[in-house]
């Protein structure tokens, strides 16, 4: 940088001078960042596109290839208060009985009431020994008791310096619900999940243990059954729900489940209640399900084509171009919001890009399909666009389906589509897979990598990249070359003045010498 002396010696505004000189070069830089701004703006536009556009083909053109789309089964229950029903793609069509033998249920144990040995209410920070245990023979005052569950033992040690809450913990550190309530007095243990996988039961093997159990009214007695076996049971007040399997009877053969939901060839049935008498359930054909796929591709189709005609039919924005900062300044937010959406809304008008996926969808869409020896197209089933006067701007050629209530342009007429699905589905759902077939290869290839374009893009995404990182180098490019004229003027104002400071030191010198 070259040293920048003021005007000094000759009076001039140097500063002002140099900035004005530069002025012409410094406006291009202006230019290049609006060029800039620009070539932003036109990427989020292209990215905005190319996500609308991919929603479309993966969640609607992708899945109405497949037979599956079309699928729709629906099930009927003639008594939902015991019984209800998902039905899956691949349900069976046809009537069938069930009947629920049997709730699943959940193991729960409800613990006596404790009290004190020596009397007072007890908390969870009650000791055991405060309860009557002190370990027996053991030394170290502690016992072990036994809990079963899933065809697993697992021994928990209880100590006569344990509290309530201590206990509680160690049955939830081996995978139970446990706590002890201070308002009742009791423990209250129960499995985490339901079904007879996951019941269980606490035992003792020594008096010490069987000690402990009491102590923490969860005690057993030992009973005779009329067999003759010898059986343990709660007592003192203890009770106990076992954990149990729900049970149904399906056309007659059992299932079990141990959450009450069974999943039977193509059928989610969740029991709700025990049955007196077999519930009837009827699968069939979900013609409105079927109508209403359809009807949401349509939909979606029309609002992207729509879209895409709009982008490319946009109003010229020439003579528009991005704000700099001072002239934000000298406008108000409404007025610079406007102004810079005037510009965005152009940006892709007569895109290339735009036309070719506009183009694909709208012959996919006008296309004929064979099906069982006849020729189809969207109109033999009600589907049309209105015509080019009758449509609104950029709706030339959005589809309207006849007798849908949701569209005031054609709810009037017959309903063509309903019928068709009604009477052969198997139709329908053919001549709409080769539609979607059809347009999904033709979208896959423009998906395809090149150069100037990522995999599953549908623009030139890496072109569109570069771009605008040309116009980084450029702005930094030209920045520097008027960086380097700056410097060029003041190096030129500085020997001026510097020549100016000599000359005025030799008259100085000579003024002095002769007196003058």
């Known amino acids: 940088m070259a040293l920048r002396i003021a005007g000094m010696n000759s009076g001039m505004d140097t500063e002002a001078m140099v900035q004005e000189l530069v002025k012409s070069y410094s406006s291009k830089t202006e230019t290049i960042k609006k060029d800039q701004t620009k070539a932003e703006w036109k990427q989020d536009a292209l990215k905005s596109m190319n996500s609308k556009v991919k929603n479309f083909y993966s969640k609607y053109v992708s899945n109405l290839q497949y037979s599956t789309a079309f699928n729709k089964k629906t099930t009927s229950v003639s008594d939902s208060s015991k019984l209800t029903v998902i039905t899956g793609d691949n349900a069976v069509r046809g009537s069938q009985t069930v009947e629920v033998k049997q709730m699943a249920k959940a193991a729960y144990l409800t613990g006596g009431q404790i009290s004190k040995a020596g009397g007072g209410s007890v908390t969870g920070s009650t000791k055991l020994s405060e309860l009557g245990f002190n370990g027996g023979d053991n030394a170290d005052g502690t016992t072990t008791i036994k809990l079963k569950q899933g065809g697993q033992d697992v021994d928990i040690t209880l100590s006569k310096d344990d509290t309530l809450d201590n206990v509680a913990k160690k049955f939830a550190d081996r995978g ?150 001072e002239e934000k300044e000298a406008l108000t937010d409404e007025e610079v919001e406007k102004w810079e959406e005037k510009i965005k809304s152009s940006l892709l008008r007569r895109n290339d890009t735009v036309s070719s996926i506009a ?59 309903k019928a068709a699905i009604a009477t052969n589905p198997e139709e329908v759902s053919s001549f709409f897979q080769k539609l979607a077939s059809n347009m999904y290869s033709k979208m896959q290839e423009m998906t395809w990598s090149t150069d100037d374009r990522s995999y599953g893009s549908f623009y030139d995404d890496k072109k569109v990249k570069k771009e605008y990182e040309a116009y980084e180098t450029k702005l930094e490019d030209w920045e520097a070359y008027v960086a380097k004229i ?17 000359l005025n030191s030799q008259q100085s010198y000579l003024s002095t010498m002769y007196g003058m």
């Open 176 to 325: 139970l619900n446990a706590n002890f309530d201070s308002n009742t007095g009791r423990l209250f243990i129960s499995a985490k999940e339901s079904g007879a996988a996951s019941d269980f039961d606490i035992t003792a093997t020594d008096e010490q243990g069987y000690g402990a159990l009491s102590a923490l009214g969860l005690g057993k007695a030992q009973v005779v059954t009329e067999t003759g076996q010898t059986t343990e049971v709660f007592s003192g007040g203890a009770t106990k729900i076992d954990g149990q399997d729900a049970k149904i009877l399906l056309n007659g053969a059992e299932f079990t489940s141990s959450n009450n939901s069974f999943n039977i060839n193509g059928l989610t049935l969740t029991a709700k209640d025990v049955t007196s008498a077999p519930i009837s359930i009827n699968t069939e054909t979900d013609y409105d399900g079927i109508y209403d796929t359809i009807k949401g591709f349509v939909k979606e189709y029309s609002s992207l084509i729509n879209e895409l005609d709009k982008l490319y039919n946009a109003d010229s924005a020439k003579g528009y171009e991005p704000l700099t900062s």
């Open 486 to 502: 700056e410097d060029k003027y003041y190096k030129q104002f500085t020997a001026m003045e510097t020549a100016m400071a000599k």
């Open 359 to 417: 183009s694909v969808l709208k012959e996919a869409m006008s296309s004929t399909y064979e099906v069982n020896g006849k020729t189809l197209s969207l109109s033999n089933f009600g589907i049309e666009t209105l015509g080019y006067f009758n449509s609104g701007e950029n709706e030339k050629n959005m589809y309207h389906i006849d007798g849908d209530p949701d569209d005031e342009s054609t709810a009037g007429k017959t309903d063509k589509l």
